[in-house]
């Protein structure tokens, strides 16, 4: 489960070419699989925490503390039952297949190309580029909204293309990088604890009332797991656009943001490209106040293409490296 660096290489290298090629699934993807049962288990428990009705014959409506810690608990349990357990399986089925069929490398690579998402990634982007170069808004805004959390039907053009990059720029290093980072780090047991984590996250990690407490568990474990990968990314960014900017911008502007990862790759992405993102947010109809980050212009539907480029440029970066240390560490005489 565990291999050296060539057989990783070959994996990564492989696991990549699939997506470029093959795209998500259309049908059957096993996150979204994994998407439906964590909302099923949300839904059981959750509500039943707020409703104050999750211990048989005692309300808790009128004891927010203890309503609170509940809703905190039962996250945690639902956090270590979906991401522990299912890993767990995976790995003991991955391991039987292997020792049946006497391969290894290439299963894992599959497993790999089900949760990087590059050609999700791009192909969402273009989507939202397209009609907004077309002078459409109203389609882009509609395509925005397939990979946004926020309100979008009221942003300007300005404002899709500031979200699209946003978008662009986190999820390259959420669906693409950290995956790849930690598959090398640990493995498959690794790459699968980090794409649940990151799933239930994005369902879960929510400050609404109804999953600030029951999704804290969640958003924190991602934040940890994407910590360091987070800043490997930020270096990519900055050394394959305008580095001085990228690196002037992740200095003083990454501290600005809520999340410790995400504020990374935004900031050096944005000092790479040199565009203003940020600004205020509607989320659930209410409007967030966010700092502006970045510099230089306004971003306009062009700047998406090059943040496409950008994450394109730094899985190139990754892959080449990857390859070069198997080269290096393997020993061909033996």
Same mark, same amino acid.
């Given at each position: 489960?565990?291999?050296?660096p ?28 994994? !998407? ?10 959750n ?6 009705? +999750? ?16 809703s +905190? ?41 089900f ?27 509609t ?20 979200a ?5 720029l ?9 995956? =790849? +980072? ?5 493995? *498959? ?22 999953f600030l407490? +029951? ?11 994407n ?6 990314v !930020? ?5 394959l !656009? ?13 501290? *600005?943001l ?18 203003? *993102? ?9 409007? =967030?106040?966010?700092?502006?980050? !970045? ?12 943040? *496409? ?12 490296? =990857? ?9 061909w005489?033996?």
């Amino acid at each position: 489960m565990f291999n050296d660096p060539l057989v990783t290489a070959y994996s990564v290298l492989l696991a990549v070419l699939l997506d470029i090629v093959l795209g998500e699934p259309k049908r059957c993807h096993p996150l979204v699989g994994f !998407g439906y049962l964590a909302m099923f288990f949300e839904r059981c428990f959750n509500r039943q925490c707020i409703r104050g009705s +999750f211990i048989k014959g005692h309300s808790i409506r009128d004891k927010p503390y203890l309503s609170k810690c509940l809703s +905190f608990f039962v996250g945690f349990w639902g956090w270590l039952l979906l991401v522990i357990v299912p890993t767990l399986l995976l790995v003991i089925v991955v391991t039987l297949v292997e020792r049946v069929l006497s391969v290894s490398w290439w299963i894992e690579a599959i497993v790999l190309y089900f949760v990087i998402a590059y050609n999700s990634l791009r192909q969402h982007a273009l989507a939202i580029m397209e009609p907004l170069q077309q002078a459409n808004v109203v389609d882009a805004r509609t395509q925005l909204a397939k990979i946004v959390s926020r309100d979008t039907a009221e942003l300007e053009e300005n404002g899709v293309c500031k979200a699209a990059i946003e978008s662009v720029l986190e999820n390259g290093s959420d669906a693409i990088f950290a995956p =790849i +980072f930690w598959f090398l780090v640990g493995g *498959l047991p690794a790459v699968l604890i980090y794409r649940f984590s990151n799933t239930l996250d994005a369902m879960w990690g929510y400050k609404t009332e109804r999953f600030l407490f +029951f999704g804290r568990f969640a958003a924190r474990m991602d934040d940890v797991l994407n910590w360091f990968p987070s800043r490997l990314v !930020g270096v990519s960014y900055a050394i394959l !656009g305008k580095t001085t900017s990228a690196f002037d911008c992740w200095q003083q502007q990454a501290k *600005l943001l809520k999340s410790p990862s995400a504020g990374v790759v935004m900031s050096s992405g944005a000092g790479s490209l040199q565009v203003r *993102l940020g600004g205020d947010t509607i989320y659930h109809g209410e409007t =967030i106040p966010k700092p502006e980050f !970045g510099c230089g212009e306004e971003p306009v539907s062009h700047d998406i293409q090059r943040s *496409l480029r950008l994450v394109g440029l730094t899985l190139l970066l990754w892959c080449t490296l =990857i390859v070069i240390n198997a080269v290096v560490t393997t020993d061909w005489v033996s």
